[in-house]
């Protein structure tokens, strides 16, 4: 009896301990963008997972247990930082007692610092000004080259934390950046005859797609971020488009549709819903695939 | 160098050179020339590499400073963990078919608006960072303005956490709510409803179960999310009630004495297991169970035991705007063995009291929530003059609008019923306003 406890004793503790020395690195990222890129430059050698899904606002992500679980066994956590997270991932940090993963550790990735960010603000920020975030607008993933950024990024990272395989990772990173550019002349030959064009977006989050694709976006259905629409900005935003010719408009796709179906009835603005994250639409597993996607969408009407 | 790097390049242009100069007389003269022109040409040629060199160097130092996280990275983000300080503001207006005297006793929370008229329910501050590679620590202050208008101080908590134990073990210590059921440890700000449920304020008092100690955790290696929490805290003080309280104070009419502890056997300890699992992309599940062991002050060897489950549920479709639509659904039971009055006392008994709420919120629109929640508390024996034994049950609407994160507007209806009161039934409603500023810490998950 005592005997058997002891070995059950032994081989719990073995699986404990066994669990940590886990052979492949454990990437957990905090949206499936990232993790589509870590997955393209990692390959076999990691297990990836984002915490949240492509089809939720990342601002509010849902706060599971199950994430603290995860952020404890993970060897590289990946962020969108710039406020992205901020109002979930410090309490899970805390929660999730692993100091390999936490900020000014090798296993935390701030994705932000690769890229140069758009939009960050100077002087006074207060809350009337709704949703902003200081350190700059945090949706750079949208445009291609920062994918690349990112990608190199990463793969510098892996090497850190896994020299066995240096060579596999700055390998995966060089077919994932001619991959990416090759496609970028195709995604810019499709999106041509928007350079130039002042386009409306729902929220602030198309910026950089705007810059890496040559069109402006010239005004938010949204009269701040993250304040919902009233009935007289609108109508002033109705004025703006019969008044500059402005074709598109772009929303993502869990944003409600209403007002912009109504900007569309009123105008007659092409309403595009554009994919804003790899995982959006269940077609778009990967990096490439999102901008694929995203072309596609914002094709003008009757072209697609 | 030009030449001994681009040998085919070099040839063609001598060739073109032969080519273009066909009489063998003007040669002599004309090569001097040719050098000459060559050499020019070499030397343009160079100087466009270099400058191009230079230009690429450029671009490349640009590229690789944008891209290069390594230095970077760890300075700022170390540089920018600032203190995070917040401060929250609740407050409330209500109206009553009962009167302020009785209403006291319905909303016997400390944070539970209880006047005809206006309450200041919780203002709160929080301050709270990482003290070092090792802990982090948090402070809540509470400032209300209680029935006789004057101002009360509170410090709610002060804790540190270990930030890197090995095996998924986890310290904390100080001042802090006891790991017990979903809603105890939930703040003021953080409620679903304006007021705290019936039977938590019956157990653990106004302010809930919070006493100074320490509390270890072990996140169990399953496959799921499994937490172990288990607690040794003081049991002496206003927000022990179901322990040893204070001297003076009444439990189901046996008055407090005053005792102390004098060894191990005089703590509250506390006991909890809690999972978390995800059924579906769109669905997830935190089933716990916890219990409380701990003295008692209506006499000197008498001890109180206290058992919960909770059971949370939310569903989020895979499409969400900030977080809505949802549906979450909460609910606890909770049961009281106190023993009251030592062995041979006269008036010696066991009183036995449960209770349990259970509460919907389905967030129908970004912004709004509607909100339906029922309690249910009795206790054993005659209880029914007693208004925190006897048998209550209530029910709460209401309807929460959030303009944005940091703002909310909540209208609640309470319809109850209890035993005490010589109408049998009270109607109160109730609107609550917060506000939040700074930055938003003590998230649940």
């Known amino acids: 009896m005592k005997k058997t406890f002891k070995y059950f004793l032994c081989s719990a503790l073995i699986s404990i301990i066994s669990g940590h020395a886990h052979a492949m690195l454990r ?53 969108v930082g710039a406020d992205m997270e901020i109002g979930w991932l410090p309490p899970l940090l805390q929660s999730a007692r692993n100091n390999r993963v936490q900020p000014g550790y090798p296993g935390y990735l701030d ?34 080259r920062n994918g690349v950024r990112m990608a190199k990024v990463i793969a510098e990272r892996l090497t850190q934390l896994d020299p066995d395989h240096a060579v596999n990772y700055q390998t995966n990173f060089e077919i994932f950046e001619k991959i990416v550019n090759t496609k970028l002349v195709e995604w810019r030959k499709a999106l041509h005859y928007l350079k130039d064009n002042p386009v409306i977006a729902y ?52 944003y409600e549709l209403r007002p912009a179906r109504y ?23 990967t990096y490439v695939d999102l901008f694929d996607a995203i072309v596609k969408v914002m094709q003008p009407k009757g072209k697609d | ?82 203190l995070q300080v917040g401060l929250s503001g609740l407050f409330s207006a209500g109206g009553s078919s009962v009167n302020n005297t009785e209403l006291e006793n319905l909303q016997a929370g400390g944070h539970d608006p209880d006047k005809n008229g206006f309450t200041v329910q919780n203002v709160e501050l929080s301050i709270g960072a990482t003290v070092d590679p090792y802990f982090d620590g948090q402070a809540n202050f509470i400032f209300l303005i209680n029935a006789e208008g004057e101002t009360v101080v509170e410090l709610e908590e002060a804790f540190f956490t270990t930030r890197n134990l090995p095996w998924g073990l986890q310290i904390k210590g100080g001042q802090f709510f006891t790991e017990f059921g979903r809603q105890n440890k939930q703040h003021p700000h953080t409620w679903a409803f304006v007021d705290q449920p019936i039977v938590l304020s019956r157990f653990f008092g106004g302010d809930g179960l919070r006493s100074q100690g320490v509390r270890a955790s072990w996140l169990i290696p399953a496959d799921w999310y499994s937490e172990f929490y288990f607690g040794m805290q003081n049991a002496k003080g206003e927000t022990v009630t179901s322990f040893l309280n204070a001297p003076g104070e009444d439990i189901g009419g046996h008055t407090l004495i005053d005792r102390n502890a004098r060894g191990s056997g005089d703590f509250l300890y506390s006991a909890r297991w809690l999972n978390g699992i995800d059924i579906s992309d769109t669905l997830s599940m935190n089933l716990g169970i916890s219990g409380l062991w701990g003295p008692n002050a209506s006499g000197v060897s008498t001890d109180t035991q ?11 479709p895979i499409m969400s705007q900030r977080g809505y639509p949802f549906i979450a659904w909460h609910t606890e039971v909770l049961q009281r063995d106190y023993e009251a009055a030592d062995p041979g006392d006269p008036v010696r008994e066991t009183l036995k009291d449960r209770g349990l709420f259970t509460q919907g919120l389905w967030g129908f629109k970004p912004g709004w929530i509607a909100g339906l929640r029922w309690e249910y508390a009795n206790a054993d024996g005659d209880t029914s003059s007693d208004p925190l034994r006897d048998t209550r049950k209530r029910l709460s ?3 929460t609008w959030q303009p944005s994160e940091y703002s909310k507007l909540r209208l609640q209806y309470n319809r109850d019923w209890t035993e005490h009161l010589s109408e049998k039934t009270a109607d109160t409603i109730w609107l609550q306003f917060e506000f939040s500023l700074g930055s938003h810490m003590a998230h649940t998950f």
């Open chain 1, 27 to 79: 990437v957990e990222t905090t949206t499936q963008d990232l993790a589509a890129i870590a997955k393209a430059v990692g390959g076999e050698y990691i297990e990836v997972h984002s915490l949240t899904l492509g089809t939720r606002d990342p601002h509010f992500a849902v706060a599971r247990p199950s994430m603290i679980r995860r952020v404890y066994q993970a060897d590289l956590l990946l962020v």
């Open chain 1, 111 to 144: 994705l932000s610092l690769a890229v140069e960010l758009l939009g960050k603000q100077k002087g006074a920020i207060t809350r009337d000004m709704g949703d902003v975030h200081a350190k700059g607008n945090p949706h750079y993933w949208l445009d291609p």
């Open chain 1, 203 to 254: 929220h602030t989050s198309f910026v950089y797609l705007a810059n890496a694709f040559g069109f402006y976006i010239v005004d938010e259905v949204e009269p701040k971020p993250g304040i919902a629409p009233s009935v007289s900005s609108l109508s002033s935003l109705i004025a703006r488009i019969k008044k500059q010719h402005i074709s598109l408009l772009i929303i993502e796709p869990y």
């Open chain 1, 263 to 285: 900007l569309n009835e009123q105008t007659g603005i092409h309403v595009a819903v554009v994919p804003q994250s790899v995982g959006a639409r269940p077609d778009i597993r």
């Open chain 2, 1 to 82: 160098m030009f030449f001994t790097r681009h040998p085919l390049l070099s040839m063609i242009i001598a060739s073109g050179v032969f080519i273009f100069n066909p009489t063998p007389t003007q040669a002599a003269d004309d090569n001097q020339a040719i050098r000459q022109q060559l050499l020019e040409l070499q030397q343009q040629m160079q100087h466009q590499q270099q400058n191009y060199q230079t230009q690429i160097d450029a671009l490349e130092k640009r590229f690789d400073e944008a891209t290069k996280p390594s230095r970077a990275t760890v300075d700022r983000s170390k540089n920018s963990d600032p």
């Open chain 2, 306 to 316: 206290i058992y919960g489950a909770d059971l949370y549920l939310k569903w989020q």
């Open chain 2, 397 to 399: 609407p209401n309807l």
